[in-house]
């Protein structure tokens, strides 16, 4: 198992997978953070995510900090939020400045609806990577698969408010995964 050199290789590592990822980094991070830079496992980067999911704030932002502190403590952990912040921020307040005008352009907000609709494929795709470590969950892979379809049927044809679905297909999940574990 690799794992960063320095605090600097942090920062870098996740300016890096911030920028490549611009608003849908989940895919990208597994990526890089797995298959390129080898600095965890699948399955330490699906347990760190679920944590991170469970935390408030932005999964990859939380998930970040803790590979930071993993490795090199409070300074990594603040040097890998640095490189997730840093570089978008700048690119989205130099964006709006220089664009603010453009936005009632047809083609603007058609541009912004591909890129929605590629996100949506990256993350597709991210589930589908990593659902081989469903093999070990307590849920295993065909109620998992269940409540995600559930969760996709409401949301998308339903459409019912997403804050709702997991308000209730939260909890119902992880009772049943809890039902599950061994004593």
């Not at 993350?123 to 409540?147: D, E, M, S, V, Y």
Request: glycine fraction near 10%; aromatic fraction near 6%.
């Amino acid at each position: 198992m690799n794992q960063p050199t320095s605090v600097s290789a942090l920062f870098v590592a996740f300016s890096r997978l911030a920028l490549q990822g611009f608003g849908g980094v989940l895919a990208v991070a597994q990526r890089e953070l797995v298959e390129r830079l080898g600095w965890l496992s699948k399955d330490e980067f699906v347990e760190l995510l679920a944590t991170a999911q469970a935390l408030p704030g932005p999964n990859v932002v939380n998930l970040s900090m803790m590979i930071g502190d993993r490795y090199f403590g409070l300074r990594g952990a603040l040097a890998a939020l640095a490189g997730m912040l840093v570089l978008p921020s700048a690119l989205v307040l130099m964006a709006a400045a220089l664009l603010a005008h453009l936005t009632a352009e047809t083609w603007v907000q058609d541009a912004l609806r591909g890129m929605g609709m590629v996100s949506a494929g990256l993350i597709l795709a991210t589930g589908l990577k990593l659902l081989p470590t469903l093999r070990t969950h307590p849920l295993g892979r065909p109620l998992a698969l269940a409540l995600a379809v559930l969760g996709f049927g409401a949301v998308v044809l339903l459409h019912l408010p997403l804050v709702a679905v997991i308000g209730v297909l939260g909890p119902i999940g992880i009772a049943l995964a809890w039902q599950r574990l061994p004593p």
